[in-house]
């Protein structure tokens, strides 16, 4: 009975988090909805040993499983879109054409950020050679706490270019992200290819998040099919939409379904789950640059000082790469002179 009694109460749980995120009418409709709910569940608990008691208690345990079939075939039939009244930031997806060596990519982002509600919009079509393709860094950035992060990958070519690649929640107009929201459908995903300025320094600037940069330990054969991997993996977003989930699918997940393709042999670990700790579980697999402890790298990563020297305006556009990236182990000098 203690079991099924748990079973209950995680049902009629969940079930108020659909009703919460969900449900369309009026906050005080939905309140009263939730609140009928758990009332729902806590009887169908009390009615559990029916058996000893007679079968006046069997209603309860109907009505709810009733309930819980209604809540499924409404789960069921929420479908994600890409047609809504998107946020500015992730109104539109990126597009990829690559013949050989030659990318070409409509729609990245380079929004120059002076608050989180103060940018002037910007959208680009840049051209990359894959053969010039010559490092990748992984961003993390902190926004609460040591145990939540946002990850992203920044890619770099030898002619001065870099790449940065973000799955996020595509919010609507006026939305802002909820963990909890994540796991009830609330949010699409999206894949978002950006400059650097933008979506790297409106975190460690615009933001204020504690943002930490690594280099990773790839070999340069491994650095085209990642590249081409985040390119596939916002193509299939962009044919078909798809739900952000808390835990399945978010902007740590996507990184290691990416490099699994590459590395077929990584583990699995709880670190992919908490994303804080995802630069520690990528140096456990030999991930990060060589030689160094990770608490030298973590320490030696945190580029908000450096990135707080360079204005938003500032005249040269590759300053604030150049910035964050000096005294990173495994970076070459030449990547952050100026």
Known sequence: MGLAALAILAVAAWGAGLIAFQFPGAALLRNGLIVLWCLLGVAACVALPWRRRGAARRPALIAFAAGFAALLAWWSAIAPSQDRDWADDVARQFDAQVRGDRVVLHNVRNFQWRSESDYTPRWETREYDLSRLSSADLVLSYWMGPDIAHTLVSFGFDDGQRLVFSLEIRKQRGESFSALGGFFRRFEQVLVAADERDIVRTRSNARGEDVYLYRLNVPPRTLRPMFLGFLAKADALRR?????????????????????????????????????????YVYDQGGLTPGYSYAQLHERGYVNPRARSIPADAADADAYSRAIRRGVPGIAAAETAP
């Open 240 to 280: 078909a939409p798809s739900f952000y989930n808390t835990l399945t699918s978010n902007c740590t997940t996507v990184v290691f379904e990416i490099a699994r393709h590459v590395v077929p042999d990584l583990p699995l670990d709880y670190r992919l789950l908490a994303a804080g700790h995802f630069a520690e």
